[in-house]
Structure formats: structure tokens, C-alpha cells
Antibody, heavy 119, light 107 residues
Framework: QVQLVESGGGLVKPGGSLRLSCTVSGVTFSDYYMTWIRQAPGKGLEWVSYITGSGRTIYYADSVKGRFTISRDNAKNSLYLQMNSLRVEDTAVYFC????????????WGQGTLVTVSS | DIQMTQSPSSVSASVGDRVTITCRASQGISSWLAWYQQKPGKAPKLLIYAASRLQSGVPSRFSGSGSGTDFTLTISSLQPEDFATYYCQRADSFPLTFGGGTKVEIK
């Protein structure tokens, strides 16, 4: 049974930084492409970033490019999202999710971790 | 970027009703489309991928159709556990984008 567990969310001031983690169990982590998707309070889903199994190919949404960095440590079965220069509009629940069959649809997802950017 | 537009934004229906949700892409995406279900306070769950393929474990009352720019998610007989918000997502290339969501509410 695949399980994804996010951590690292919290309250941070505008301009601050935060690092999210997603620990994956139940599968060979390095085989899977992974993604981060966020959801602002009461809003819809917004894709954030994507990384292949080796980490060699990475994509970002324009809204976070240059501020966020996705990475992974396959030895630790972990996915990361380093978030710098945070803005109020980055406030959201951040979900990690696994790519299904190396395509760009995702299952399963973690439970999410809340990031609040506020002064 | 390709935009995904869902309609309606909300629908009121009764148990046993047939419910249809549509998703339109601003450009053709072939069959590169997924549908998700999200219940309040929970993570989304993949229902349909490749426009019409049912994800393992998803009840057969859910079905998807369409290709190119126009897609449909159908719930053939609405069950109490189906009241939720549904999202479509383009999956052909980056940036990936989601539709705005359709909330299925109890009538």
C-alpha cells in the first residue's frame, strides 16, 4: 500500500522560507515521477512542480519559478519543496502526489500540509 | 497556456440521478485528461485517466468520454458518497492545469 506523508508546513512571514517534505512508503520511490500541487483556502487545485525519478527533469509553474525548488532523495524515499521569497498568495495546502504509469496524472496523493504566509 | 473550463460550477442532484460534468480545453489535448474527486478536508482521488479509463477501485458508475477539446464525466446513478467536488486536469504537457471544479450537492 503506497503512502505519502507531507510535513513541514506552518506560519511564515512574507519574504520568508519553508521546506516541505513528502515521505513515500510502500513502493520503490526512485521508480516514480512526483509532483507538488497546492490548493488555496476555498479555491481549486493548482499544479506547482514536477520531478522525474532520477531528478534530471524538472518543471515549475510560472507562479513559483525562481522561488521554489523541487528535489528528491531516493535513498530516503523523500520528495522536497524548498520555498523561498514566500508571498501571501502562496498560502495553501500543499499536496505531494505520485505519477501514475509515468504519465501526468496522479495517484495517490498525500494528506497535505498547510502553509500560511502572513505578517 | 491551455486553459481548462468546467461546467457547471455546481449542480444539485438527488441520490439515483444521472449527473454529467463537462470540461473544455482551450486547445486540443487528444485524450490527455484526468478527472479527480475531492471531499471536504481530504486529498483529491483519481477517478478517470486518459479521458475514459477507470482507475482501479473506482466504481463503474463513473465514466469518462471525449477527446480533443471536449470531455465529459458521468455518474450514472448518484450515491450518497459521491457528493463532492470534481476536477478535470490536462495531462498532455507542462504547465499542467486544472479546471475550476464542479461541486455536486444534495438536492
Amino acid at each position: 500500500q503506497v503512502q505519502l506523508v507531507e510535513s513541514g508546513g506552518g506560519l511564515v512571514k512574507p519574504g520568508g522560507s519553508l521546506r516541505l517534505s513528502c515521505t513515500v512508503s510502500g513502493v520503490t520511490f526512485s521508480d516514480y515521477y512526483m509532483t507538488w500541487i497546492r490548493q488555496a483556502p476555498g479555491k481549486g487545485l493548482e499544479w506547482v512542480s514536477y520531478i522525474t525519478g532520477s531528478g534530471r527533469t524538472i518543471y515549475y509553474a510560472d507562479s513559483v519559478k525562481g522561488r521554489f525548488t523541487i528535489s528528491r532523495d531516493n535513498a530516503k524515499n523523500s520528495l522536497y519543496l524548498q520555498m523561498n521569497s514566500l508571498r501571501v498568495e502562496d498560502t495553501a495546502v500543499y499536496f505531494c502526489a505520485r505519477s501514475l504509469n509515468y504519465n501526468n496524472w496522479f495517484d495517490p496523493w498525500g494528506q497535505g500540509t498547510l502553509v500560511t504566509v502572513s505578517s | 497556456d491551455i486553459q481548462m473550463t468546467q461546467s457547471p460550477s455546481s449542480v444539485s442532484a438527488s441520490v439515483g440521478d444521472r449527473v454529467t460534468i463537462t470540461c473544455r480545453a482551450s486547445q486540443g489535448i487528444s485524450s490527455w485528461l484526468a478527472w479527480y474527486q475531492q471531499k471536504p478536508g481530504k486529498a483529491p482521488k483519481l477517478l478517470i485517466y486518459a479521458a475514459s479509463r477507470l482507475q482501479s477501485g473506482v466504481p463503474s458508475r463513473f465514466s469518462g468520454s471525449g477527446s480533443g477539446t471536449d470531455f465529459t464525466l458521468t455518474i450514472s446513478s448518484l450515491q450518497p458518497e459521491d457528493f463532492a467536488t470534481y476536477y478535470c486536469q490536462r495531462a498532455d504537457s507542462f504547465p499542467l492545469t486544472f479546471g475550476g471544479g464542479t461541486k455536486v450537492e444534495i438536492k
